[in-house]
């Protein structure tokens, strides 16, 4: 079955980075857009940056220019190099796959931005 599988967040602070990894199994990753959202305390799941499986990127307005997705497909892996980090970006931080009109998401990794 599909898995994914989020590492690379902790604590952090505020003008930081952190690089997040994402490990696929169960699919042909190369064939596959993959996406990076997130998730606040008390707020909605929000899209972050996405990945086409030709390597196009697409960022929210809120991370452009700080944040930079990535896909090495010889190891099935999406990252989320995160630069400029802010209080704001607290969060965990959930890959997801679409296939055949099914979602598949990974069980999240806590990024924390403070001093």
């Known amino acids: 079955q599909v898995q994914l599988e989020e590492s690379g967040g902790g604590l952090v602070q505020p003008g930081g980075s952190l690089r997040l990894s994402c490990a696929a199994s169960g699919i042909t990753f190369s064939m596959y857009p993959m996406g990076w959202f997130r998730q606040a305390p008390t707020k909605q799941r929000e899209w972050v940056a996405g990945?086409?499986?030709?390597?196009?990127?697409n960022y929210a307005d809120s991370v452009a220019g700080r944040f930079a997705i990535s896909r090495d497909n010889a190891k099935n892996t999406v990252y989320l190099q995160m630069n400029s980090l802010a209080p704001e970006d607290t969060a965990v931080y959930y890959c997801?796959?679409?296939?055949?009109?099914?979602?598949?998401w990974g069980r999240g990794a806590q990024v924390t931005v403070s001093s």
């Open positions: 990945i086409t499986s030709a390597g196009t990127t």
């Open positions: 997801r796959v679409d296939r055949s009109n099914q979602i598949y």
